[in-house]
């Protein structure tokens, strides 16, 4: 049985007024995910803009 089922078979068993607070970790989380992936993508933007501001880039991309 896979993470996710046990997860599953776990919520099952949890008390109905607990299934709120169940919920907003579960929201905590996704949320947490989404600003890592926007940190990691703000971090590498700054050490990958001295290239995108190239000449050669400019000529690349003018076509597109």
Avoid at 8 to 28: G, H, R, S, T
Avoid at 37 to 53: C, G, M, R, V
């Amino acid at each position: 049985m896979g993470k996710k089922e046990l997860l599953i078979k776990e919520i099952d068993q949890v008390p109905e007024p607990f299934l709120d607070e169940v919920m907003d970790f579960v929201q905590f989380l996704k949320g947490k995910m989404v600003k890592e992936k926007l940190d990691i993508t703000f971090a590498s933007e700054s050490s990958l803009e001295k290239d995108w501001l190239r000449p050669e880039e400019d000529e690349a991309w003018q076509n597109l």
